[in-house]
């Protein structure tokens, strides 16, 4: 196994908490768990019974985890196969329109999930959501979310001709508060820094009032507001 690079087949959890996920929702996706013997017992053991059950093979290897881990405090990493889903239809949609961090990809798998959004469409170019980082920052929400790309919006939009679109600007046309809210819908937002640009005002472009001190939120922030606003 190597260290993570996109065009590898596999990626990995780096860490407790996302490697649980990976292990309680996506075992079909496992091919191997690493354990570093720093482990506590009681965290081992629970590993090792979810392991033992699903067939899942497992090695302690702490010199192949301090070469892929960022963190020193890693004790476990998963090795899972890369895999893209099928958005549900008749389900909203959060839409990323080209992200580019890969800290804000994960924090808003992680809000999307925690909101009831279980698809994600992402508009490529776009950043690599099986980078080990991208997972980590969802905290393994990733592993509950169906996520598919597009190289386009306007391939998006051709298969999913239902949806109600609702486009996320500074200039929208409506304000969040005024909305009127129609299922299923797709939740669109732009770039971190550059936004949408002027072709989405056409659909039912919206604004997040804000005071002048601020040119605009940060895209983390404006989407769990807006995904409160969408489910409440």
Known sequence: MKKYNKDLSYSYTLGLFPTFELLNKKKSLVKKIILSNKITEDVKDKIINICNKNNIKYIYDDNFICKVAEKENCYVVGIFEKKINILEDDKSHLVLVNPSN???VGTIIRTMLGFNYRNLAIIKP?????????????MGSIFSVNIAFFDSFAEYLKEYKNHNIYTFMLDGKNKLKDVKINYPNSLV?????RGLDKSYIKYNSVVIPHNDEIDSLNITVAIGISLYKFTE
Do not use: L, Q, T
């Not at 937002?189 to 820094?193: A, D, H, I, K, R």
């Open 126 to 138: 776009a950043v690599d959501i099986f980078n080990p980082k991208v997972i980590r920052a969802s």
């Open 102 to 104: 890969m800290g804000n």
């Open 189 to 193: 937002f732009g770039n971190e820094s």
